[in-house]
């Protein structure tokens, strides 16, 4: 037996050194896996994106891990996530999907799909968050609109501390409800709370380290209670929209397409009508594509927004500059998108909370969709790719201060807001964020609405040295719990005090 098991490990062994078997071409380098773990005892599972930024200065911007039985490919440093993903755009442009999401997907959606259902959905939802959403000033109304009710529930916690993430939920879900259905729901609704609430802990399970296990182990499925409670979230999430989409169906006016929905059913009808029965556009499609909306479209960005909360309580002079900022130039009026080019500080500091809360640190995985050449090393049609962001985001050949909260890595000598290409939160090319132009807008509306109407500070007792930076890693890289105090501000108008003339 023991035997057995040498000439096993051997075999192994010889099969996972740096070269490929058909001669092909050079592999990309990496530690030596162990069987059946790989590298997994050399992973930091709690922060792999860690462990990897380490492995890239030993090995490399291309190198190999292997995750359990998975290997990987990962690129890193903006040079190489760069050239991969734009100059060779088709190459690493596939998605590969996690386990846990082929058990609901089927293939269908925008996020884990890939060939022409991918490019179908993803043209769809281009074009109809311009119609419906981010392209259009009556999108701007609607997230001005959502921020006004986020304003109200802040107001109501007095300056008491409170944990802003349910609200911050609350209110960027209802602009994914705008988007999609074409009407917001009240936050004491409790269809809408028992929606959101249960979108959320998907996302929560969806990041756990069980879940995470089971992605690379498949066979310990009926082991995890977290894959049980995921799939009965899916069940009732199909269960609440079918009905949802039966109403939208029921009043549909093909003229006047409330929101993505009706503009599907719409496409749907009118092809089926030319006799294709073969479309992409389906029942199963639609579900998916709404709820990939759901679950990229609103973690990312409130978690973002909860970030750029925190980091103002945690440095309250850069707080005080941004006011001052938005005081100047707005005033107390309400912001608008077209505000940006005057706010080049608020400006700065919304993209450095971004680069360096560096919320997806992994990107989603990738997979090559052909035999490919890169950087002289050959990669496999069919393995996986990890873009790793953190690694663009915290290039110490790009940023001056990778690893510290700095805005002027967006400002000039003058003060104006200098764009840099390596900020790629959002990554880049054929797979790049669906959601940029909308989460963009939303993030300026929402940081700059709520700074010009509280100022955050710690909860009492608390220091802003306390307040850890140290990020609770999920499927994205949240604030650890904390509460924050938001008091309302009082405008003062520097230059009025300055020129009054009394
Ligand atoms: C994909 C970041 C907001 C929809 C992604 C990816 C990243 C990302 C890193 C993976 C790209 C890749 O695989 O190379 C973010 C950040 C956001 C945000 C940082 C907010 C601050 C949104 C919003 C929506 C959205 C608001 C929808 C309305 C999507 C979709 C994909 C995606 C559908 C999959 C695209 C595809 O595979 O073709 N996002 N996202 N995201 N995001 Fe976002």
């Not at 916690?157 to 009407?183: A, H, L, M, R």
């Not at 003229?255 to 599907?264: E, I, K, N, S, T």
């Not at 092809?271 to 556009?281: A, I, K, W, Y």
């Not at 927004?305 to 707080?319: D, E, N, T």
């Amino acid at each position: 037996l023991l035997g057995t098991l040498g000439v096993l490990l051997l075999v192994y062994f010889i099969s996972s050194t740096s070269f490929s078997s058909k001669g092909e071409g050079k592999e990309p380098p990496g530690p030596r896996p162990l069987p059946v773990l790989g590298n997994l005892l050399q992973l930091d599972l709690k922060r792999p994106f860690i462990t990897l930024l380490k492995l890239s200065k030993k090995y490399g911007s291309v190198f190999t891990v292997y995750l359990g039985p998975q290997k990987v490919v990962v690129l890193a440093g903006y040079k190489t996530v760069k050239e991969a993903l734009i100059n060779y755009a088709d190459e690493f442009g596939e998605r590969d999907p996690i386990r846990i999401a082929q058990e609901d997907d089927q293939g269908n959606g925008v996020v884990w799909s890939n060939g022409d259902s991918w490019r179908d959905m993803r043209r769809f939802v281009l074009t109809n968050l311009r119609d419906f959403g981010m392209g259009k000033k009556a999108c701007e109304d609607k997230i001005i609109e959502e921020c006004g009710y986020l304003v109200e529930v802040f107001k109501g916690f007095n300056g008491e501390p409170f944990d802003t993430t349910q609200s911050v939920n609350y209110s960027v879900s209802n602009i994914i409800c705008s988007i999609v259905y074409g009407s917001r729901f009240e936050y004491s609704d409790p269809k809408f709370t028992s929606m959101v609430d249960k979108a959320n802990r998907r996302i929560e399970l969806l990041g756990s380290p069980s879940i995470q296990m089971y992605n690379l182990f498949p066979w310990l499925g009926i082991f995890i209670g977290d894959r049980r409670e995921i799939l009965k979230i899916n069940s009732s999430f199909k269960e609440e929209n079918s009905a949802m989409f039966h109403h939208l169906k029921e009043t549909l006016n093909p003229q006047m397409c409330r929101g993505l929905v009706d503009a599907f059913l719409v496409r749907k009808q009118s092809l089926e009508d030319s006799g294709n029965t073969n479309s992409n556009f389906h029942d199963e499609n639609l579900m998916m594509t709404v709820k990939n909306l759901f679950v990229a479209g609103t973690e990312t960005t409130a978690t973002t927004i909860r970030w750029g909360l925190l980091l103002m309580a945690k440095y309250p002079k850069i707080q005080d500059r941004v006011q001052e900022e938005i005081s100047t130039v707005i005033g107390s009026r309400q912001v608008q998108v077209e505000d940006r080019k005057s706010l080049p500080f608020t400006d700065a500091v919304i993209h450095e909370t971004q680069r360096l809360a560096n919320i997806v640190p992994m990107a989603l995985a990738h997979r090559t969709s052909q035999d490919v050449t890169f950087q002289g090393f050959f990669i496999k049609k069919g393995t996986v790719v990890y873009p790793l962001l953190t690694s663009v985001l915290y290039d110490e050949s790009e940023w001056e201060k990778p690893h510290s909260f700095h805005p002027a890595h967006f400002l000039d000598k003058d003060g104006k807001f200098v764009k840099r290409d390596a900020f790629m939160p959002f990554s880049a090319g054929r797979r790049i964020c669906l959601g940029e132009g909308l989460a963009r807008m939303e993030l300026f509306i929402f940081f700059t609405t709520l700074l010009q109407r509280f100022r955050f500070t710690p909860a009492p007792g608390v220091s802003e040295d306390e307040l850890d930076l140290t990020p609770r890693v999920g499927l994205s890289l949240n604030p650890s719990p904390h509460k924050l105090c938001a008091g309302t501000t009082v405008f003062i108008h520097l230059t009025s005090v300055l020129y009054d003339e009394s």
